[in-house]
């Protein structure tokens, strides 16, 4: 159900999810319990895989963002499966090589850009990795707090970025949704060669 934790940060490995419906957030917590925003699995993904792998606790705390349906394989038949069948272990190697580029290019992202530039940038990825996209202006249905931590900012904060966005015309807000109007506009901006006004 949606705000279920499917797996918790620091507790034994016991296996991998295989999300098949609906929306995971993959987060992480620090010293003093702050949330950071790794990715959202989607259908297709699998959560889980490296503490599986290296016989470590879970690395993250994955929570249904919105009802999800996941399948669970056990640690031993996941390797065994993987030991057995090269097609799918190369499968999963590719899939965690795209996840640590995405973590490594936020981690940069974080370094060196503005909060302004890493949250245009944070929309456009979301937007292009909208699998279920049927329409030229996919929705963004996350919650103004999980969009603020996964930038590592605050709430109020994004507010203010996104009322700018909004009065730029670059995004409308609809029923709590987000959508990108104008994505030559938002990308100067993820580049940081928005034009001044």
Request: glycine letters at 4%.
């Amino acid at each position: 159900k949606k705000n279920d934790i499917i797996l918790k940060q620091h507790e034994a490995a016991q296996g991998v999810y295989c999300v098949q419906e609906g929306v995971v957030k993959v987060s992480t917590y620090g010293n003093i319990n702050k949330e950071f925003i790794l990715w959202f699995a989607r259908p297709g993904d699998i959560i889980g895989i490296d503490s599986c792998v290296s016989n470590e606790n879970y690395s993250c705390t994955a929570l249904a963002v919105e009802p999800v349906n996941a399948c669970f394989i056990p640690t031993s038949d996941f390797k065994e499966l993987i030991s057995r069948e090269p097609v799918v272990s190369r499968k999963l190697m590719k899939d965690m090589c795209e996840k640590i580029n995405f973590i490594e290019d936020r981690i940069t992202s974080i370094s060196r850009k503005k909060i302004r530039e890493q949250f245009a940038e944070m929309l456009i990825s979301m937007s292009m990795k909208n699998k279920d996209a049927v329409v030229d202006n996919p929705p963004i249905n996350y919650s103004i707090k999980d969009l603020a931590n996964i930038i590592g900012t605050t709430k109020n904060y994004l507010y203010k970025i996104l009322s700018d966005f909004n009065s730029k015309k670059v995004i409308s807000m609809h029923n709590k949704k987000l959508i990108i109007k104008d994505f030559d506009k938002l990308s100067l901006i993820a580049i940081g060669d928005e034009p001044v006004n």
